[in-house]
C-alpha cells in the first residue's frame, strides 16, 4: 500500500502515469474550505487532496472517475440524492451523517470516508441501484492504490492518452 503522499507521488512518476508537471494539488486554504463545508478530513485524504487534488496525468480519466477536488461538490450532492432516494422508498441506506463522497464512476455507486479527526478511514462504497453500502478499504490509502494500480494495468497495455484530466 502506497501510505503518503511522496510515495504516491513517486509511484505515479515511477510507472509513468505523470510527470512531475501533470500533479498538481489542492492548496491549504482549498482543502480548508472542503472541510468547513463537509467536516474534517483524515490526515491520509489531505494528503492526497494536497497531491493530487487537481490532476495526477493519466491516473483516472475524469469523465468516468470523479475523484478531483472540483468534482466532489456535484458527487456529494448526487450520493446524498441517492440516499434520499433510498429513504423516501422505505430503504435504510446505512450512510452515516458524516459520511463525504470521495469518488463516484460515472455518478454511480459513489465512494464515502467518514469525516471527524483521525488520521485515516475506512472507505465504503454506496451501491445505488439496492441501497447496501460495502467496505470497499481499511484505509483511503488503498482506496487510490486501487487507482494507481489500474493505471498501471492499463498503460502497460498501451492504453490511455497523454493526460486522462480532461475538465
Not at 56 to 72: H, N, P, S, T
Request: aromatic share 8%; charged share 25%; with cysteine.
Amino acid at each position: 500500500m502506497i501510505g503518503s503522499a511522496a510515495r504516491l507521488r513517486e509511484r505515479l512518476i515511477g510507472s509513468n502515469i505523470a510527470r512531475p508537471e501533470d500533479i498538481a494539488g489542492c492548496p491549504p486554504d482549498e482543502i480548508a474550505g472542503i472541510e468547513a463545508r463537509y467536516g474534517v478530513l483524515p490526515a491520509s485524504y489531505r494528503e492526497i487532496l494536497s497531491l493530487v487534488g487537481h490532476r495526477a496525468g493519466r491516473l483516472v480519466d475524469d469523465r468516468e472517475f470523479w475523484i478531483y477536488a472540483d468534482q466532489l461538490e456535484a458527487v456529494n450532492r448526487e450520493a446524498k440524492e441517492m440516499v434520499a432516494c433510498c429513504a423516501e422508498d422505505g430503504q435504510e441506506s446505512g450512510v452515516p451523517t458524516n459520511a463525504f463522497f470521495i469518488s463516484a464512476r460515472y455518478g454511480e455507486n459513489p465512494c464515502y470516508l467518514l469525516t471527524g479527526k483521525a488520521d485515516d478511514s475506512a472507505v465504503h462504497i454506496f451501491k445505488s441501484d439496492d441501497c447496501r453500502v460495502e467496505l470497499v478499504h481499511l484505509s483511503v490509502w488503498g482506496w487510490i492504490d486501487d487507482f494507481v494500480r489500474d493505471a498501471e494495468h492499463f498503460i502497460g497495455l498501451g492504453l490511455g492518452g497523454a493526460n486522462a484530466r480532461c475538465g
